[in-house]
């Protein structure tokens, strides 16, 4: 048969044809309890949100999941792979607000949207197992597990300030605080206090801690991350006594008390800074109408750290004074201060402006004293003198009295051993993690499974009372939160004492949802939250994929709800993720004609210009930039499917860069990876309509065997190194080394051309899996599915090498090359060099001076005459 003859890929038929055949068989289904028989792996990508439609981004994600979850099954192991929606979330509720639409409608639509394009890219999910948060067979057992975990003494209830926006009547998260109002409503956020629930993640502060050093299947830069968030430091609370206080101060309130990491330089006390929420604060805007107004204006700002570090550094002067506890003599003022936040230590800080480059900053901006009382290594201390620097390397104490001379660490302890002697001081272990507030203000989320009554305070839900469901009939046509003002509802009897009471009705953050989904896949249908026969049986998760962006807050809070729901019996370990992988984002050029941003499919290249199809003005192009949705420079993965098929998509997300880093989409490498996907199909067709089956072995396959077996190495390996393009890469290799066979003719080619379509076929099908159907069907029509292939083995008569090409210099001047057996004996590769042809004219006549042979490498001969 001509290549011309030879049929394309079908995929707009072959795909969907192969999908139902595995969903037929139900391939990807897989028992609650792990089989006895086989070693199990748990493959799992962050699920997605529902907001209507997937990105390219979600395509790399859920195929590098693919990838792994393929491979290892082929590799004998029993795999879960499922797949869910973190389906609660204001997107939903704000939808309802603009378009009159109940969040659960919204919801569910994109839901079914979605889903039907992750099984339109063929991935090997257990939909069985599907699950969606914003349903009551999920959120029921969630509210189930609240309550044990209360039970557990795990949840607490207690007033805390929040961010409110006095427009929506809701609490705002520090990052939906922008310039001091809302994100959404555009109001001046107010400080106010609420009663909130709180998880007390701070109990597991030391063992989540040092658990990052047991999990080395991490990317290093997220332990990093998620040690500085839990940010544990030694240091010292010390008290300084007012030396001032204004009459009327309450007795507590005689003294401020810090904690800082560095008591060694407390000679160095120039100003102490206390947050505008301290108890000090308030009782001197109480007073003062300008204090006042710096507090409300404090409160104004975002309360996040990153709101904090970009916000220019003000203060206000109280007029109170503390003493030093070390220098009784010496007295600093007192300022409220912007850049101290209540939630970290005690609300205080001390000053020392020559060690901290934001103290010095302060102190110079409102000309505060700047003591020296760090000495830079080989400095003068009779001439060094602070700059614009503060001292942040090594140093040794000098103009601290009894502390001079020595270095930080010597100087600590002897403080903190003196604070301790004197009763103003003691040394502690400080955490920057802080306990996690779960109350949110709005109705589309997991109901918090509490009922308040006036005699008997705040009663959990009974378990058989359980799900608390939402009700749908609310409306969004006043703003907060409908379950407050919905008639009904909230209104039930106490399950204590039966008098009248109200459920709670703020819903959880949606970071709840997502904590402990990946255990619920173990058994997705049971009465209880988990099974733990199957929970213990599957996890932890062997591999979990998703992007940096979690790093912190989610990774965090599943390794936290893991160990609460380990002490309430629910799962038997306590780090929930084995290895973990961040993908990188694709990116993609931006197109915006004036104000107007277009997407791609919007705009053409025509020459050296990017223009509007529908006028041909020319549009303004910006660089690669993670895709998004307010600049419109989004590919959807439904366009590229129909264009190109699935496997083509699959293909390129995995085919140029390394899966950790960045990718940038563009249509001429989607276009080469679906020629690459054509080329490998027509290619194996023409090996199963040439060659006979047979097994004539012969020196003439023997090249074309040799690259086929160390393929299958190499692509182990670099599946096994999470690598996928370097496997993609291999596998282009092989498919040319068979092409440059296909017009030769010598014994053994038909079954080495076979063997190595057959290889092409299976190592492919992780990446390309309907592809590689069909190109199975085509060499074995009566087979067995790819999928239910086990993987290929390397032959190891195929791996070994038989010769090496060794250069032959004469003066350092290459004169022929010799094939040799790998090490051979230096006295049979020089005798080989020297009757090399070419060598022998060049020696002819000469004196050999010296014979070097480097093994394996080179051969010179140094000559003279």
């Known amino acids: 048969m001509s290549d011309t003859t030879i049929p394309m890929f079908d995929f707009h038929s072959r795909e969907p044809f192969w999908q139902a055949e595995w969903a037929r068989k139900n391939v990807f289904s897989v028992p609650d309890i792990p089989p006895a028989d086989k070693p199990k792996y748990y493959v799992l990508e962050m699920f997605p949100y529902p907001s209507g439609q997937l990105h390219v981004g979600h395509v790399r994600n859920y195929t590098l999941g693919d990838v792994v979850a393929r491979y290892k099954r082929a590799r004998g192991f029993s795999v879960l792979h499922?797949?869910?929606?973190?389906?609660?979330?204001?997107?939903?509720?704000?939808?309802?607000?603009?378009?009159?639409?109940?969040?659960?409608?919204?919801?569910?639509?994109?839901?079914?949207?979605?889903?039907?394009?992750?099984?339109?890219?063929?991935?090997?999910?257990?939909?069985?197992?599907?699950?969606?948060?914003?349903?009551?067979?999920?959120?029921?057992?969630?509210?189930?597990?609240?309550?044990?975990?209360?039970?557990?003494?795990?949840?607490?209830?207690?007033?805390?300030?929040?961010?409110?926006?006095?427009?929506?009547?809701?609490?705002?998260a520090n990052e939906q605080v922008v310039d001091g109002r809302g994100w959404r409503s555009g109001a001046l956020i107010e400080k106010k206090t609420l009663s909130q629930w709180f998880l007390k993640i701070t109990k597991f502060a030391e063992p989540l801690l040092e658990s990052l050093n047991k999990l080395d299947r991490w990317p290093e830069r997220v332990r990093t991350m998620q040690e500085r968030w839990i940010g544990r430091s030694e240091g010292a609370k010390v008290r300084f006594p007012l030396s001032n206080p204004p009459e009327g101060f309450d007795i507590d309130l005689d003294s401020v008390e810090v904690f800082t990491t560095r008591p060694d330089t407390l000679f160095g006390l120039s100003f102490i800074g206390i947050s505008a929420d301290h108890p000090l604060a308030a009782k001197i805007a109480k007073n003062n109408a300008q204090a006042a107004a710096f507090v409300e204006e404090c409160r104004r700002m975002g309360t996040s750290e990153e709101a904090i570090e970009a916000a220019e550094k003000r203060g206000f002067d109280t007029g109170l004074r503390v003493s030093n506890p070390l220098d009784p003599d010496k007295t600093a003022p007192v300022w409220i201060a912007n850049f101290v936040l209540m939630d970290y230590g005690t609300g205080a800080v001390f000053g020392c402006p020559c060690g901290d480059q934001r103290d010095l900053d302060f102190a110079r901006k409102y000309d505060l004293p700047v003591p020296q009382v760090l000495l830079p290594k080989g400095e003068d201390p009779e001439t060094f003198v602070i700059g614009k620097k503060a001292v942040t390397g090594d140093a040794t104490l000098y103009n601290s009295g009894p502390l001079d001379g020595l270095d930080v660490a010597v100087a600590k302890k002897k403080v903190i051993e003196r604070l301790e002697g004197m009763g103003v001081g003691h040394g502690v272990v400080n955490w920057r993690l802080r306990d996690w507030g779960v109350s949110r203000q709005r109705y589309w989320g997991c109901p918090i499974p509490i009922i308040h009554c006036s005699s008997c305070g705040t009663v959990p839900v009974p378990d058989d009372q359980l799900p608390v469901v939402l009700p749908e009939d609310v409306t969004f046509d006043r703003p907060g939160n409908p379950l407050d003002h919905h008639p009904t509802w909230k209104h039930v009897d106490c399950p204590k004492c039966g008098g009248k009471a109200t459920r709670e009705t703020d819903t959880f953050d949606t970071f709840v949802d997502s904590s402990w989904y990946f255990a619920r896949f173990t058994s997705p249908r049971a009465d209880t939250p988990t099974l733990p026969d199957a929970a213990n049986g599957w996890l932890p998760v062997d591999q979990y994929i998703g992007g940096i962006e979690h790093a912190i807050l989610h990774l965090l809070y599943a390794r936290f709800f893991t160990r609460a729901m380990h002490e309430t019996g629910h799962v038997g370990i306590d780090e929930p993720f084995d290895g973990l992988f961040t993908?990188?984002?694709?990116?993609?050029?931006?197109?915006?004609?004036?104000?107007?941003?277009?997407?791609?499919?919007?705009?053409?290249?025509?020459g050296e210009s990017v223009v509007r199809k529908d006028t041909g003005i020319p549009v303004q192009v910006g660089r690669s930039e993670k895709m998004s949705k307010s600049k419109r420079n989004t590919v959807s993965p439904v366009d590229i499917i129909e264009r190109f098929g699935a496997d083509t998509a699959r293909w390129f997300v995995l085919s140029d860069s390394p899966p950790e880093r960045d990718m940038e989409w563009t249509a001429a490498g989607v276009a080469a990876a679906a020629r690459y996907g054509q080329k490998l199909y027509r290619l194996v067709t023409a090996v199963a309509e040439q060659d006979p089956i047979d097994s004539v072995h012969g020196e003439g396959g023997d090249d074309l065997r040799r690259v086929t077996h160390r393929t299958i190495v190499a692509v182990t390996e670099a599946l096994e190194a999470f690598t996928p393009n370097v496997a993609v890469a291999r596998l282009h290799e092989l498919t040319s080394a068979l092409a440059d066979t296909m017009t030769k003719k010598a014994e053994g080619l038909p079954a080495a051309r076979r063997e190595a379509a057959y290889v092409l076929s299976l190592l492919v099908a992780p990446m390309m899996p309907h592809l590689a159907e069909d190109m199975m069907a085509r060499l074995e029509p009566e087979g067995e599915l790819v999928v239910n292939r086990a993987w290929p083995e390397a032959q190891q008569e195929w791996l070994s090498v038989k010769s090496i090409t060794i250069g032959v210099q004469v003066l350092g001047k290459l004169r022929g090359t010799i094939d040799v057996p790998p090490d051979a004996p230096r006295e049979d590769v020089l005798a080989a060099a020297k009757a090399e042809p070419n060598v022998a004219k060049a020696l002819e006549g000469k004196r050999v001076v010296k014979e070097i042979h480097v093994p394996n490498r080179i051969v010179n001969f140094v000559v003279a005459g």
């Open 583 to 606: 993908q990188g984002m694709v990116t993609h050029e931006s197109y915006r004609d004036g104000n107007e941003w277009l997407y791609p499919e919007e705009v053409e290249h025509r």
């Open 82 to 172: 499922p797949m869910g929606w973190d389906a609660f979330g204001l997107p939903a509720e704000n939808a309802a607000r603009e378009r009159n639409v109940h969040p659960g409608k919204w919801t569910m639509e994109n839901i079914a949207t979605m889903r039907g394009t992750l099984q339109r890219l063929g991935f090997s999910l257990d939909w069985d197992r599907e699950i969606a948060t914003c349903l009551p067979e999920y959120y029921g057992k969630q509210q189930k597990l609240f309550l044990d975990m209360m039970a557990a003494g795990l949840v607490e209830r207690r007033d805390s300030a929040v961010n409110w926006d006095p427009v929506d009547q809701t609490v705002l």
